[in-house]
């Protein structure tokens, strides 16, 4: 079983076409398994089921990472039984290795998230608005896909399907409608905090709290509050 990380796909990958054995389909580890054969998974970013059933002798599962809290890390040792000889010649070379550095949380095992959406409409809204209350709160930055491909905020912060996954312990949205692709990345957040205009907008359906209003209005008047209590 392999979590849902590219290095873990790159590995099955590796594995079925050692083990010329077909891939099998991705199965979320917070579903159940119903039979040795048989097994339930979300389709459409998790807006249906589908159970799937495989005859193949060799299964490959994966895991989303933020399908269940990481365990706490405790002294140990494993034995090396088959390892690679260290002086054989290495096919690849080693150019360099580049790392942002930033005083905020990462965004992938951040506690705290505040998003912002397309509702911000431009990147100096976006930064005027979202960067002080992340600051106040101590959280990571994010960002839903329409955000990031209106120039909004940069590629690596985008929070969704074709993004990152993350699971903080809060999710504070701002201008974000919440669209399938979205939720997927988000859905399993502790707590799920939105702000948006739109009464009807989908990501009040899995909001644990929601505000109505005008996030130009809102979130500054929450940055302040905030602030005050500190």
């Not at 690679?84 to 506690?111: C, N, Y």
Request: net charge negative; charged share 25%.
């Amino acid at each position: 079983m392999f979590s849902r990380f590219p290095i873990s796909l790159e590995l099955r990958a590796r594995i079925v076409r050692i083990r010329k054995a077909e891939e099998v389909d991705i199965v979320d580890e917070s579903y159940v398994l119903m039979l040795d054969t048989a097994f339930v998974r979300p389709i459409y970013a998790g807006n249906a089921i589908l159970t799937v059933q495989s005859s193949d002798p060799i299964k490959v599962l994966t895991v989303r990472g933020t399908a269940f809290q990481g365990v706490e890390t405790e002294g140990g040792s494993a034995e090396v039984v088959e390892g690679v000889d260290p002086k054989s010649p290495a096919q690849t070379e080693w150019v360099s290795e580049e790392l942002a550095k930033s005083e905020r949380p990462d965004l992938g095992t951040a506690s705290r998230v505040v998003s912002g959406g397309r509702g911000l409409k431009s990147k100096e809204e976006f930064d005027r608005v979202i960067v002080p209350l992340a600051d106040t709160l101590g959280a990571a930055i994010g960002a839903s896909r329409a955000a990031v491909d209106s120039g909004f905020a940069d590629n690596s912060l985008q929070v969704g399907q074709t993004g990152k996954n993350v699971a903080p312990q809060l999710y504070l949205c701002a201008g974000i409608s919440g669209a399938i692709q979205h939720l997927a990345g988000m859905k399993d957040s502790k707590v799920i905090a939105a702000i948006n205009k739109d009464p009807d907008a989908p990501i009040f359906q899995v909001a644990d709290v929601g505000l109505v209003g005008d996030l130009f209005e809102k979130v500054p008047e929450l940055t302040e509050k905030l602030k005050s209590q500190a």
